[in-house]
């Protein structure tokens, strides 16, 4: 398997502007995570998937975040609008809790907001 | 909840000394512990895990670590790093009945000289 894959692995835009980030977590896989990482706040929980539903979006910082899964091999984090302190490298996870209990990682995406 | 500390935040030493990582955690209930790494510009990448059982446990690359439950510990070590070591190092944990969302510290950043 490629492992969790994340697009794009760069994105750069201007504050105000909508940004999409798309997420194909490993096949086989139920659930998914996003986590923020950034200087100040270190590695944080955004929201996670189970079969497909929501289930925890307490870690959403603003109504600016939303996320969706659409179907078990792809899940989308949009921010809009973004600002500049959205700034960081958002990662997502996914793993199968019959079989594993840590989560296999992607590459990140880093966003820069301008 | 549990919440993790990572008790330093840069470890610099020199190739073919020996490491340590320390973590400390803090949870109600019982939890499974890992520790991550994250070379630069990479999603992160498993190191070992504890889960029960016995209370050292052996990861990739030589690392290993030990589970000490009255002292709330997790600390990882390895007896002679390398240069390709060099990497940020985090420590994660779950409740086992908290669908495994992670909670990380806030890593430590180890630097090894020639």
């Known amino acids: 398997d490629a492992g969790v894959i994340q697009s794009p692995r760069h994105e750069v835009t201007e504050m105000g502007q909508e940004v999409t980030l798309r997420c194909k977590p490993i096949s086989g896989h139920d659930y998914l995570f996003w986590y923020r990482q950034t200087m100040m706040r270190g590695l944080e929980l955004l929201i996670y998937?189970?079969?497909?539903?929501?289930?925890?979006d307490s870690g959403m910082p603003e109504d600016r975040f939303s996320a969706k899964m659409p179907n078990a091999s792809f899940s989308t984090l949009k921010i809009q609008p973004s600002e500049p302190r959205d700034s960081a490298v958002y990662f997502c996870a996914s793993t199968d809790r019959t079989i594993n209990t840590e989560a296999f990682f992607g590459q990140g995406t880093r966003l820069t907001v301008v | 909840a549990q919440s993790v500390t990572q008790l330093d935040s840069q470890v610099p030493v020199f190739e073919e000394a020996p490491v340590e990582l320390r973590c400390n955690y803090s949870?109600?209930?019982?939890?499974?512990l890992f520790w991550y790494v994250q070379y630069p510009n990479q999603g992160l990448q498993l190191l070992l895990k504890y889960l029960s059982g016995s209370t050292l446990v052996k990861g990739i690359n030589g690392f290993e670590a030990e589970f000490n439950k009255s002292q709330t510990s997790f600390h990882l070590r390895k007896p002679s790093v390398h240069i390709s070591d060099t990497a940020e190092y985090f420590c994660a944990v779950t409740s086992v009945s908290n669908d495994y969302k992670l909670s990380f510290g806030a890593g430590t950043t180890v630097t090894v000289r020639a």
């Open positions: 949870s109600s209930v019982s939890v499974y």
């Open positions: 998937f189970n079969n497909n539903v929501p289930i925890d």
